[in-house]
């Protein structure tokens, strides 16, 4: 099991940045694939970008590729979102979490050990 806990959301205008971070302990960070995720009032969670354990191949959602980055670092434990060219619809609570699969693996079935999210506003 992974303990992983998310950080660096906030409110920002439309065509802004942030970064989010998710800072993992327990188990070997590295042999895992990490993934993010996205849940909006209403809404189901959906997939949003991952990265394999050497960080050499990651994934994107379709309605976020190009304007976010996934990235980790095994040494430090972490994995982090950078955003960019946010849009409302980009507003969520984002949500790290460890995979069982590759990065291929794009639903939530595939992943576990959910930290607690971070909220991601986005005004127009």
């Known amino acids: 099991q992974v303990q992983l806990v998310e950080s660096g959301g906030g409110l920002v205008q439309a065509g802004g940045s942030l970064r989010l971070s998710c800072a993992a302990s327990?188990?070997?960070?590295?042999?895992?694939?990490m993934g993010w995720f996205r849940q909006a009032p209403g809404k189901e969670r959906e997939f949003v970008a991952a990265?394999?354990?050497?960080?050499?191949?990651?994934a994107y959602s379709d309605s976020v590729k190009g304007r976010f980055t996934i990235s980790r670092d095994n040494v430090k434990t972490t994995v982090a979102l950078q955003m960019s060219s946010l849009k409302p619809e980009d507003t969520a609570l984002y949500y790290c979490?460890?995979?069982?699969?590759?990065?291929?693996?794009?639903?939530?079935?595939?992943?576990?050990?959910w930290g607690q999210g971070t909220q991601v506003t986005v005004s127009s």
């Open positions: 979490a460890r995979g069982l699969g590759g990065v291929g693996s794009t639903t939530i079935d595939w992943y576990r050990d």
């Open positions: 327990g188990r070997a960070f590295s042999i895992y694939t």
């Open positions: 990265i394999s354990r050497s960080g050499g191949t990651t």
